[in-house]
Every structure is written in structure tokens, then in C-alpha cells.
């Protein structure tokens, strides 16, 4: 019995070694997959953000660099298969000219490409299409550009209840003056913001056809227009929604494409 106990003891020994050196060998093995996913995962986003900054310049706009996140993992599966779940765009510090000399400036121009195609040919060869199913993005714009817009003096915009709210004061004399504000009514026609205002309230308006008329004629002007600069993907806006903080702006665009000859 010592003879036999002597030959299994070494065995199982052996055994549980070569074990061992397997698992270990199978996690660097994974380690090192991992590494490589986020490695290729960062070099695809910096080069996404590379053409960008590209677009950006070409449609003579600025930001500072692009944030680009793939989401998504593993990363690699992606490459493969050729789709990709979603790509996510920040452009810090966004600003663009309108045709009318206006800069429009957004702190974040958020945008997210979903359904995206690119063949692996097409990363190999550098030849062929990336192109998104759809494109949306959203931005805030200061109430203060927005009432700069209207060259009215003293106007200031705001959000209540939902709604944006144009505020200001009408002299109707030297003594006198008149504090009033009106909702607005938001539309985008012909790719211009258009912004014009209703329901006047007004505080102590004297029965006067003369001071009335003047009232009138301040929320006339505080109607304005705002051009919408070229934006990168084709965006262009579907939605304007009066924030605290600001006129969020959601944009939108379909079958678009994101680089020639890969991302």
C-alpha cells in the first residue's frame, strides 16, 4: 500500500500544477484580449475624431476637440460584424456663423450616430462608405445670444412653465414707465429660427389708444429671426424646447455619411 500511495501522491501533484499554469495562461490570454478591444476601441475614436475636427473647419465652424465614445463590447465583435451600436460626438465649446453675421454658440453640440455601417473591406482598403442610419443632436443656446438677436434693448428671454417668455419695459414717458412681458411662439421655417410673441401682460396700461399702440409696437419688435448655420452630418433642427437654462435645440438626420474610406 505505501508503494501505491508513494506513485498518486507526485500525480495529482503534476496535475493540479499543469492545471494551474492552464487558468493562468487563459487569463493572461483574456487580459491581453481586453487590452487589445480598448486598444482598437481608442484608436478608432481618436481617428473619428480626427475627421470631425476636419468637417468642423470645412463648414467654417469651430470647437475645441471632439469627444468621440463608441459604445459597445466588446469593440472588436463590432469591427467584424461591420455594425456598430452607437457613436457618441461632443463638441465642446461649438460656435458657427449664420448668413446674417450671428455666431451661434453652444457650450455641448451633443450628437449620437445610430445604426452604423462599415464594412471591414472598407477599414482595410480605406476604400468604400461609413454611413449612419440616423444622426440626432441636441445643444443649448443662451437666452442672452437669443435676445441679442432682436436688437431690442432691455429684452430679456426666460422659460416658465414650459414656455419661453420674453420680458421688458416701455417708456411710454418721461415719468413713466411700463413693465410688460409675452409668451413666444418658436417655429423653424426655411432653416430660420422665428420667434414671435402673444399674450401680452402688462402692468397699470393706461386706458390710452396712444400708450397702447406703443405697447403693440415694443412686441413687434421683439419679434425676431435667427439663421441656422450649416451644421456637421447634415443636421438640421426638428425641435426647439425652452429650458431654464437655455433653448435646447434637437436636431436630426437620416442615411448619412460619416467618412469615406472608413472611420
Given at each position: 500500500m505505501a508503494e501505491v500511495y508513494g506513485t498518486e501522491r507526485p500525480r495529482r501533484r503534476r496535475g493540479r500544477k499543469l492545471l494551474f499554469v492552464l487558468l493562468t495562461l487563459l487569463v493572461i490570454l483574456l487580459i491581453g484580449l481586453v487590452v487589445l478591444d480598448r486598444f482598437s476601441n481608442s484608436y478608432a475614436e481618436n481617428v473619428i475624431a480626427d475627421?470631425?475636427?476636419?468637417?468642423?473647419?470645412?463648414?467654417?465652424?469651430?470647437?475645441?476637440?471632439?469627444?468621440?465614445?463608441?459604445?459597445?463590447?466588446?469593440?472588436?465583435?463590432?469591427?467584424?460584424?461591420?455594425?456598430?451600436?452607437?457613436?457618441?460626438?461632443?463638441?465642446?465649446?461649438?460656435?458657427?456663423?449664420?448668413?446674417?453675421?450671428?455666431?451661434?454658440?453652444?457650450?455641448?453640440?451633443?450628437?449620437?450616430?445610430?445604426?452604423?455601417?462599415?464594412?471591414?473591406?472598407?477599414?482595410?482598403?480605406?476604400?468604400?462608405?461609413?454611413?449612419?442610419?440616423?444622426?440626432?443632436?441636441?445643444?443649448?443656446?443662451?437666452?442672452?445670444?437669443?435676445?441679442?438677436?432682436?436688437?431690442?434693448?432691455?429684452?430679456?428671454?426666460?422659460?416658465?412653465?414650459?414656455?419661453?417668455?420674453?420680458?421688458?419695459?416701455?417708456?411710454?414717458?418721461?415719468?413713466?414707465?411700463?413693465?410688460?412681458s409675452a409668451a413666444a411662439e418658436l417655429k423653424v421655417v426655411d432653416g430660420r429660427v422665428q420667434v414671435r410673441f402673444s399674450d401680452v401682460t402688462a402692468q397699470g396700461v393706461p386706458d390710452n389708444p396712444l400708450v397702447r399702440t406703443q405697447v403693440n409696437s415694443f412686441v413687434e419688435r421683439m419679434a425676431f429671426e435667427l439663421d441656422v448655420p450649416k451644421l456637421p452630418l447634415n443636421l438640421v433642427i426638428q425641435e426647439l424646447t425652452p429650458l431654464p437654462d437655455g433653448l435646447r435645440v434637437t436636431l436630426g438626420a437620416t442615411d448619412v455619411p460619416l467618412a469615406a474610406g472608413g472611420v
Open positions: 475627421k470631425v475636427t476636419e468637417e468642423v473647419a470645412n463648414q467654417k465652424a469651430e470647437s475645441s476637440r471632439p469627444v468621440v465614445t463608441i459604445a459597445g463590447v466588446p469593440f472588436l465583435t463590432q469591427v467584424l460584424a461591420g455594425k456598430y451600436e452607437e457613436i457618441r460626438i461632443e463638441l465642446p465649446d461649438f460656435k458657427a456663423q449664420t448668413g446674417t453675421g450671428e455666431t451661434v454658440r453652444m457650450d455641448v453640440l451633443d450628437i449620437r450616430a445610430r445604426q452604423v455601417t462599415a464594412p471591414l473591406s472598407a477599414l482595410r482598403s480605406g476604400q468604400g462608405e461609413v454611413r449612419a442610419g440616423t444622426v440626432t443632436g441636441t445643444g443649448t443656446l443662451d437666452y442672452g445670444l437669443l435676445a441679442d438677436a432682436t436688437g431690442q434693448q432691455g429684452l430679456q428671454l426666460a422659460e416658465k412653465d414650459g414656455k419661453l417668455v420674453g420680458s421688458g419695459v416701455v417708456k411710454i414717458s418721461q415719468t413713466q414707465e411700463i413693465p410688460l
